[in-house]
C-alpha cells in the first residue's frame, strides 16, 4: 500500500502563479487543483510515468519533478495546454512540496527550462544546490 503524501503549496507559489489561474479559470480551477492535489497525495504511484512526472532530480530522499496539467473541462491535452508544477517529493516526511505551478507563457526568456530552474534557485535557496 502506497503512502498517502501531505500536500504544501508553498506561499511563493501561491502568491505568483496560482492566484493568475485562479482569476483566468474561477471554477475549472477549482476542479483542477483538487484533481491535481489528489495525484499529489499519491504521488509516488505517478513517478516514472513520464507523460505525468518527469524526474528532474534524484537526491535520495527529495526528487525535484515537472509535472504536466490540464485545466478541467474541455480543451487541450495535459502536454499541449503547456500548464505545469514543479514539485519537490520528499520520501522521509511523505511530502510534497508545490514550487511552481505555471503555463508556459509565465516562464520568460527563450528557454522554458531554464527560466523556471532560474526562479527556483532565486525564490528556494534550500534546493539551489540540486538544480
Same mark, same amino acid.
Given at each position: 500500500?502506497?503512502?498517502? $503524501?501531505?500536500?504544501?503549496?508553498?506561499?511563493?507559489?501561491?502568491?505568483?502563479?496560482?492566484?493568475?489561474?485562479?482569476?483566468?479559470?474561477?471554477?475549472?480551477?477549482?476542479?483542477?487543483?483538487?484533481?491535481?492535489?489528489?495525484?499529489? %497525495?499519491?504521488?509516488?504511484?505517478?513517478?516514472?510515468?513520464?507523460?505525468?512526472?518527469?524526474?528532474?532530480?534524484?537526491?535520495?530522499?527529495?526528487?525535484?519533478?515537472?509535472?504536466?496539467?490540464?485545466?478541467?473541462?474541455?480543451?487541450?491535452?495535459?502536454?499541449?495546454?503547456?500548464?505545469?508544477?514543479?514539485?519537490?517529493?520528499? %520520501?522521509?516526511?511523505?511530502?510534497?512540496?508545490?514550487?511552481?505551478? $505555471?503555463?508556459?507563457?509565465?516562464?520568460?526568456?527563450?528557454?522554458?527550462?531554464?527560466?523556471?530552474?532560474?526562479?527556483?534557485?532565486?525564490? $528556494?535557496?534550500? $534546493?539551489?544546490?540540486?538544480?
Amino acid at each position: 500500500m502506497s503512502t498517502n $503524501y501531505a500536500v504544501i503549496v508553498e506561499k511563493f507559489a501561491e502568491r505568483h502563479y496560482i492566484s493568475k489561474f485562479k482569476k483566468k479559470h474561477k471554477n475549472a480551477w477549482d476542479i483542477t487543483w483538487n484533481a491535481i492535489a489528489e495525484q499529489f %497525495k499519491r504521488i509516488e504511484s505517478l513517478i516514472g510515468i513520464n507523460s505525468i512526472v518527469e524526474i528532474i532530480c534524484d537526491a535520495g530522499d527529495i526528487k525535484i519533478c515537472k509535472t504536466e496539467f490540464r485545466i478541467a473541462g474541455p480543451g487541450k491535452s495535459r502536454h499541449a495546454s503547456g500548464n505545469r508544477c514543479i514539485i519537490v517529493v520528499q %520520501k522521509s516526511s511523505a511530502v510534497v512540496h508545490v514550487l511552481l505551478v $505555471y503555463s508556459k507563457g509565465d516562464i520568460g526568456g527563450t528557454n522554458e527550462t531554464t527560466g523556471w530552474k532560474t526562479v527556483i534557485k532565486d525564490n $528556494y535557496p534550500a $534546493y539551489r544546490a540540486l538544480l
